[in-house]
Structures are given as C-alpha cells and as structure tokens.
C-alpha cells in the first residue's frame, strides 16, 4: 500500500528530525523511563522520538513544566550571552577612553616641559642681567669704591651690555 509506505517514510524522517532538534528531558515518558531510552522532544512534536519509533501513546506531556524550564533556560543564557556582549562593548569603550587621556596626558606633559624650558630660558637671561646691572643699589656708590674684583668682573662683560646701558635711565 503506497499510502502506507508514505506514512512510514514520513514518520522515519519526522524521527531523524525529532531526534536532531529535540531536547533530550530528564523526566522521560513512561515508555522511556521502561525501556531504558533516551527520551528525546521536540517542543512542537508531542511525542518523544522513541514513542513514534513504538507508534504508542506518549506521556511525555506531563512533563511540560520541563520545556517551560528549557525556554527560561534559553532566555537566561541570551540574557547573559547579551550581557557579556555589552561588558565587552563598555570594556571597549573604557580602553579607548584611557588610551586618549594618555595620549592627552603626554601632550600636556610635552607642553609643560617646554614652557618650564621657556620660563627657564627667560628667567635666567634676567637674573643674569639684574647681577649684571651696575645701576643696582646694592654696587658700590662710585667708581672709587669698586674693587679691584669688581672691576675684572666688569672688564669680562660683553661690549653690547656697554652700549645698553648708555639708554637705561640711572
Ligand atoms: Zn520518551
Ligand atoms: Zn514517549
């Protein structure tokens, strides 16, 4: 009878089927649990795998709460697997967050030892001009005072300075 044999065929491949993508429970049918088989579902099958192997009635369904069970499984495990995702994506984020403060952080610290090479530059030339300076308070009133030392120091200056302070005001 090809109607039959159809049938067979069909119940064969919903098994294949069956057996691939169900779950296997851990409360098996009466059948199952007799037999000693594994007893493997599929949400939408109805019957285990085993029960349309045998072409017997499956009791399987009692044990509903163990496919609401795998579905809350599921969603827990996507949960989870969207949370990890998200730590990556924040764990990525802070990375690159750091690395541009640091690259902020060295520009900063490039422009803060120039200007302290400025500031150094120019504070020194005017220390060196005060000492310099024989218009100070603190030299000697008059030529006559000055020592010999004093003089020699005088003598190493360099020309310009002389020509400089011809314009300065006494
Ligand atoms: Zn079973
Ligand atoms: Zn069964």
Known sequence: MPADRNSTKRRRDLIFTIENYGAIMVSKCSFCKAHSRVCKVHISSGKCSECWKQGSKCDVAVTRNEFSRLVSEKKKLEAQMLEARKEQ????????????????????????????????????????????DPVQPAWPAGPAELSTSVWSAMNDLPPEFWDNSVTLPS
């Open 89 to 132: 994506d924040a764990a990525f984020e802070a990375l690159r967050v750091a690395r541009a403060k640091e690259e902020r952080l060295s520009k900063q610290l490039a422009q803060n030892e120039k200007r302290a090479g400025e500031v150094i530059a120019v504070e020194s030339a005017a220390l060196m001009e005060l000492e310099e």
